[in-house]
């Protein structure tokens, strides 16, 4: 069974930073590209950043493009999203997803979902 297991959210003031990362099991982490998706009440479910399953390369959403860093740890099975200068717009559930496709900016591109973590950015 294949489970992504997101960690790290929670309530942060504007400007502040917060580190989410995801756990990855049952499948081979290195095969598969990751990413973040966003998404807050009453909206679609938006794209965030993605990162290649072979030299690492990454793509962020304009609106993050700057203020978040995506990295993964092949040998924790990790992906991690690292958020600085965070704004009150950045208030969703973030969530990881793996995919075989690059970049997986689509949520339709998505093969697997954690949870989801709660990130709250207090004004």
């Known amino acids: 069974q294949v489970q992504l297991v997101e960690s790290g959210g929670g309530l942060v003031q504007a400007g502040g930073s917060l580190r989410l990362s995801c756990a990855a099991s049952?499948?081979?982490?290195?095969?598969?590209?990751m990413g973040w998706f966003r998404q807050a009440p009453g909206k679609e479910r938006e794209f965030v950043a993605t990162?290649?399953?072979?030299?690492?390369?990454?793509v962020y959403a304009d609106s993050v493009k700057g203020r978040f860093t995506i990295s993964r740890d092949n040998a924790k099975n990790t992906v991690s999203l690292q958020m600085s200068s965070l704004k009150p717009e950045d208030t969703a559930v973030y969530y990881c997803?793996?995919?075989?496709?690059?970049?997986?900016?689509?949520?339709?591109?998505?093969?697997?979902w954690g949870q989801g973590t709660q990130v709250t950015v207090s004004s």
């Open positions: 997803a793996s995919g075989s496709i690059f970049p997986m900016k689509v949520a339709d591109f998505a093969l697997y």
């Open positions: 049952g499948l081979t982490f290195s095969m598969y590209h």
């Open positions: 990162i290649s399953r072979s030299v690492g390369m990454t």
